[in-house]
C-alpha cells in the first residue's frame, strides 16, 4: 500500500482528445507522460485567474525543459482563449456568501430556504390546543367547586355541633 503523499495528489485538469494529439507529436521529440502534461497545465490554470501567466512566470513556475514548457504554454494560451469559460478546469458554482437570493439554475447545494421539519404539521394542533386549555380551565372550575362544598360541610357540621351544643345547655 502506498504512503498517502500530498506531492502523489491528482490534478484537477483531465485531458481531451485535442491535448492527446498535442502529447502525441511531442512524444516524437521528447518523452512526456499524460499525468506530466496534466500536471502542467493544472499548475497554469491555477496559477493564472483573471490574467493569463506569462512564458517567464510558466517556466519558474514548471520544472522542465525549455522546449517542452514553451510548447505546452503555447498551447494552454490558445486553448484558454479559445474557452468560453474562465478556466480550463471545471468548477462547480457554489451560492454566493452575501445572502443574495439568486435563481441561477446551474448553482449547486444551495442553502434552503425554508427550515426542514422534523416531524409531520398535524393540522389539529391548535383546536387540540385550545381543547386543552378549555379542559385546564373546567378543572380548575370542579377543583373551585370541591373545595366550596368541602368548607360548606364543615360549616354545617360546626354548627349541628354548635346547635347541639345549646340544647344540651338548657
Known amino acids: 500500500v502506498p504512503a498517502f503523499n500530498l506531492d502523489n495528489e491528482q490534478p484537477d485538469y483531465d485531458m481531451d482528445s485535442e491535448d492527446e494529439t498535442l502529447l502525441n507529436r511531442l512524444n516524437r521529440k ?10 502542467m497545465v493544472d499548475r497554469l490554470e491555477k496559477a493564472s485567474s ?17 522546449y517542452l ?6 498551447y494552454w494560451v490558445r486553448k484558454r482563449k479559445n474557452c468560453r469559460g474562465p478556466s480550463l478546469i471545471p468548477q462547480i458554482k457554489q451560492e454566493k456568501r452575501d ?3 439568486n435563481n441561477d439554475p446551474y448553482v449547486a447545494f444551495r442553502r434552503r430556504t425554508e427550515k426542514m421539519q422534523t416531524r409531520k404539521n398535524r393540522k389539529n394542533d391548535e383546536a387540540s390546543y385550545e381543547k386543552m386549555l378549555k379542559l385546564r380551565r373546567e378543572f380548575s372550575r370542579a377543583i373551585t367547586i370541591l373545595e366550596m362544598i368541602k368548607r360548606r360541610e364543615k360549616t354545617k357540621r360546626e354548627l349541628l355541633h354548635l346547635t347541639l351544643e345549646v340544647v344540651e345547655k338548657r
Do not use: C
Request: charged content about 30%; overall charge negative.
Open 30 to 39: 521528447m518523452e512526456i507522460k499524460p499525468l506530466q502534461f496534466e500536471i
Open 99 to 101: 445572502g443574495s437570493t
Open 50 to 66: 483573471s490574467q493569463l501567466v506569462t512564458l517567464q512566470e510558466a517556466k519558474l513556475l514548471l520544472n522542465e525543459d525549455d
Open 69 to 74: 514548457i514553451k510548447a505546452v504554454y503555447d
